[in-house]
């Protein structure tokens, strides 16, 4: 897969037989740390209390097959997968509030952003990341107007990678350390989850997939 001006990082599997359909969406990629060895955090979706994020991950798939920022050879593939989604959803009450999002189009910030101000505006951001940038956490306080970001410090470190470092290189008064009750585990694992709560004046927002906090 080519992807202009970026890179192919979305990690997805749909499950299908001939009476069940599922997905899983996260952050570990086919490899044995995303699947065994490191901490990862994937959602579990079914048709019975999402069918909204079928739908969503359908219009990724068919997004992917048409759109000329992304070059591969699976075309009719995302396709038929797409209209097997849609299907297994079709006739099924909505709940809008399990969503899937994605990047082909508006950004994924430009996306929280407007989900934020639908909510009355963000007040507070936790992020849970393996890697930053010298924009990632900047860009997302400005964009949610939060003048700083609470950001886990992982017990069992995290995954190296060559792009960006593992701990946000901005200003210290934009970062506060702290470390989440969740992410505790006895046999401290390499951290590679991607993890994000959006407190907001009516709700929150909780976030979990692919994007590292990183531009």
Known sequence: VAVKNGCF???LLALLSDDEAGLVIGSGNLTFGGWRSNL???EYLH?????DAFNDTAGFLEALALTEDVKHSAQDECIEIADELRNRVRGLKPNPNIRVLHSIGPSILEQIEELASEL???TRIVIASPFFDHLGVIDICKRLKVTQAYVHAH???TVLGSAGSNWPSCS???VQAVRLECLREEK?????AKMYEIGCR???IVISGSPNSTN
Do not use: T, W, Y
Not at 188 to 192: I, S, Y
């Open 9 to 11: 990082h979305p990690k």
């Open 40 to 42: 990862e955090c994937a």
């Open 47 to 51: 048709p019975s209390f999402a069918p």
């Open 120 to 122: 009355g505006g963000a």
């Open 155 to 157: 017990d069992g470190g």
């Open 172 to 174: 210290p008064n934009r």
């Open 188 to 192: 401290p694992r390499l951290l590679h």
């Open 202 to 204: 009516r709700g929150r």
